[in-house]
Every structure is written in structure tokens, then in C-alpha cells.
């Protein structure tokens, strides 16, 4: 499923048309964000003064720099989809970004613990789209119609930039979200939607750290109100959904600076089917 650009064809030509005016990125400002990024350096705010859309603009540029160093985007995340993360960075609404093919890695894998500028965890979830037809739905149980696989996912952003630069909506759009590295657990197929829309509803989501002290609790409700709205938010924002996309659903609870996660992290989904767990350690 490579893409050269994280949006759809007509989004993407409006969003580089309005690459010309505003507050988009140059090239200049892209190259240097590229730099600080792949060198886990901080950097300058992106868009600051600007608008989503000029963030969206930002966004699709950074993409196809970062492409040929992370892989192709292989699926999106809608962030800031929780009470907790929405406060924290006085948003309306969620925002939206995407994955890269490379920064996906297995459940039990070992990263740095100084693994982005600014590290964070957070307990997600991953939704496996298996029709395009969800393309046209309109509530989450149309949504798990077209859904083949859970995945659990504890996600790994990087704020990115430095100290005393405006962390937005609109800051946060223009880097896609933080995507840093990502890990994942093993696939829970999608059986029978009915029952898999109920559980995600009524799960428990549980975030703890390496040595099991619990960091976070949260309903599946904590999400938009139930996970798969996530992806109709997305929906709603022009992206185009193919078979094989994964959709990032966003945090369940806060995000975790690595320190309190004393060497590592599990996520356990309580009310899924077999409770899965996802975990990770930092080295």
C-alpha cells in the first residue's frame, strides 16, 4: 500500500496549491526539520502563526521528505481523540496525521529510552481496514463492517520541537501527529463486528509501567466516545481509507514521559477477546 502522499489525490493537489501562500513550510524550513528530526534534535515550531490548513500543507511536504529515510505511509492516526490529551493541548477537536512503514515494530521490542527530542508513550490501538467501503460509513458498528483485525499499540511519539516553542493543534498537525516508532501486538480478527463494536466499547483499557505499577486506566469510551469514531473523524477530514491501512485511534489516557515507565511499558485491553496485552522496553 505505498503512497507518495498521505491524502487523498484532490486533497493533496488543494493542500500543495495553498503550499504557496500562508504560513506552510518552506523547503528551507522542511530540510531543517527533516535534519532535527531523524538526529532526535529539537527544533523550531512549524506553522506556528498559521492555520490547519497551512499545518495540512506542512504536513504533506514533510511527508514526502521523510518517505525515503521511514518508509511509506502505511496508515493514519487521529490524535488528541481523548479528554486528557485534548485538554493538555487546549484542542477543540482531534487532529490527524500518519504512520510510516518503518517506525511499526513487534510486540516486546526493545528502543532507546531517549528515542525522539522530546519521548512520550501512550496506550492506542490500531484498527485494520479490510474494504474501502468504510469509506462510507457512518457509525462505528458500519465502521467494524470493514474492519479485518485489531491490533493493541502502545505508540511512541516525539513532541520534537524545543523548549518554549508552541506545542498546538496546528503545530502538532504540521509534523503529522509526532510519529516516532510505534509498537505492536498481534492481530485480533474481527470475527463478528456486532460483538467486536460492543467490546471495544465496554473495554478497559490499562497502562503500566515496566515494573507493573498501573499508569493509566481508562474506559474504550475514552476515545471519541468508542474507537472507531477515530476513524470516521478521519473519514470526515478527506482521508481515503484502502484495504490494509492502519488507523491509529489515539490515546486512551495521557502521555508518559519514558521515565515513569521504569525501563518499559505494557497496555493491557481487558473485555477483548483472550485480554491482550502489548508491551515494549526501554533500553
Known amino acids: 500500500m505505498p503512497k507518495t502522499l498521505c491524502y487523498p489525490a484532490a486533497l493533496a493537489v488543494a493542500l500543495w496549491s495553498h503550499c504557496a501562500v500562508a504560513d506552510c513550510a518552506s523547503?528551507?524550513?522542511?530540510?531543517?526539520?527533516?535534519q532535527d528530526y531523524l538526529q532526535n534534535t529539537p527544533t523550531p515550531a512549524l506553522s506556528a502563526g498559521g492555520t490547519i490548513e497551512d499545518a495540512l500543507c506542512t504536513q504533506a511536504k514533510i511527508?514526502?521528505?521523510?518517505e525515503p529515510h521511514l518508509g511509506p505511509v502505511v496508515g493514519y492516526k487521529a490524535g488528541l481523540t481523548s479528554t486528557a490529551a485534548q485538554e493538555r493541548f487546549s484542542a477543540?477537536?482531534?487532529?490527524q496525521g500518519v504512520l510510516y512503514r518503518d517506525l511499526m515494530l513487534p510486540d516486546g521490542a526493545t528502543v532507546p529510552s531517549n528515542?525522539?527530542?522530546?519521548?512520550?508513550?501512550e496506550a492506542d490501538l490500531i484498527l485494520v481496514v479490510g474494504d474501502a467501503a468504510i469509506n462510507q460509513a457512518a457509525t462505528p458498528a458500519e465502521v467494524l463492517e470493514n474492519i479485518t483485525a485489531i491490533r493493541p499499540f502502545i505508540e511512541l511519539p516525539d513532541l520534537t520541537y524545543a523548549k518554549g516553542e508552541p506545542i498546538?493543534?496546528?503545530t502538532l498537525t504540521a509534523i503529522g501527529v509526532a510519529p516516532k516508532l510505534g509498537v505492536l501486538g498481534s492481530e485480533i480478527p474481527v470475527v463478528d463486528s456486532t460483538e467486536m463494536t460492543q467490546a471495544l466499547a465496554e473495554m478497559t483499557v490499562t497502562l503500566s509501567a515496566g515494573d507493573g505499577e498501573v499508569l493509566a486506566r481508562a474506559p474504550g469510551t475514552a476515545v471519541l466516545d468508542h474507537p472507531a469514531n477515530a476513524a470516521l473523524w478521519l473519514i470526515s477530514k478527506g482521508i481515503?481509507?484502502?484495504?490494509?491501512?492502519?488507523i491509529s485511534v489515539g490515546s486512551f489516557g495521557p502521555l508518559v514521559p519514558p521515565a515513569k515507565g521504569k525501563g518499559g511499558a505494557s497496555v493491557t485491553y481487558e473485555g477483548l477477546p483472550s485480554d491482550p496485552t502489548v508491551s515494549v522496553v526501554f533500553d
Not at 523547503?27 to 527533516?34: G, K, N, P, S
Open 27 to 34: 523547503d528551507a524550513q522542511v530540510a531543517r526539520f527533516v
Open 168 to 170: 498546538t493543534p496546528v
Open 92 to 95: 477543540s477537536e482531534p487532529v
Open 63 to 66: 511527508v514526502s521528505a521523510l
Open 240 to 246: 481515503e481509507f484502502q484495504p490494509g491501512d492502519l
Open 115 to 121: 528515542w525522539g527530542a522530546r519521548p512520550v508513550f
